[in-house]
């Protein structure tokens, strides 16, 4: 297959992954805020009526499982194009590198908020890494 093809379809696949993580954690979110103020005002797409079989607490308690499962998908997606365009491990380590560092900025920050007593501005704060 031609390389610039393999180039567009590595793209294709990174756009295809944010589209159906945002598209996922809308309808997550949508369907958490219907359960909590028991309303249907926040629509979400099409997953809605799967996720709204589940408890509030089972879905809240998924997203902090989803989000990693994304993180991974990402940071791997991205080292096998780093890998096909340089054909080199020192830029997937750098990569690799990247992520690590902002996972502990984001795990600082959480356990910040936690400790002083305020794990919502911890949280929010985490969540810019």
């Given at each position: 297959m031609?390389?610039?093809?393999k180039?567009a379809?590595?793209?294709i696949v990174?756009?295809f992954?944010?589209?159906?993580?945002?598209?996922?954690f809308?309808?997550?979110?949508?369907?958490?805020?219907?359960k909590?103020?028991?309303s249907?005002d926040?629509?979400?797409y099409?997953?809605?009526?799967?996720?709204?079989l589940f408890?509030?607490?089972?879905?809240?308690?998924?997203?902090?499982f989803?989000?990693?499962?994304?993180a991974f998908?990402?940071w791997?997606?991205?080292?096998?194009?780093l890998?096909?365009?340089?054909?080199?491990?020192?830029?997937?380590?750098w990569?690799s590198?990247?992520?690590?560092?902002?996972?502990?900025?984001?795990?600082?920050?959480?356990?910040a908020?936690w400790a002083?007593?305020?794990?919502?501005?911890g949280?929010t704060?985490?969540?810019?890494?």
């Amino acid at each position: 297959m031609n390389r610039k093809i393999k180039i567009a379809l590595f793209i294709i696949v990174l756009i295809f992954l944010g589209f159906l993580r945002e598209n996922l954690f809308f309808t997550i979110n949508a369907v958490l805020y219907n359960k909590y103020f028991s309303s249907t005002d926040h629509l979400g797409y099409a997953l809605e009526p799967f996720i709204a079989l589940f408890s509030y607490n089972t879905i809240y308690i998924a997203k902090w499982f989803i989000t990693p499962f994304f993180a991974f998908v990402y940071w791997f997606t991205q080292k096998q194009f780093l890998l096909f365009i340089f054909h080199e491990k020192k830029t997937t380590i750098w990569l690799s590198m990247l992520y690590l560092s902002l996972f502990l900025l984001a795990g600082i920050f959480f356990v910040a908020g936690w400790a002083f007593g305020n794990i919502t501005a911890g949280y929010t704060f985490s969540r810019l890494f």
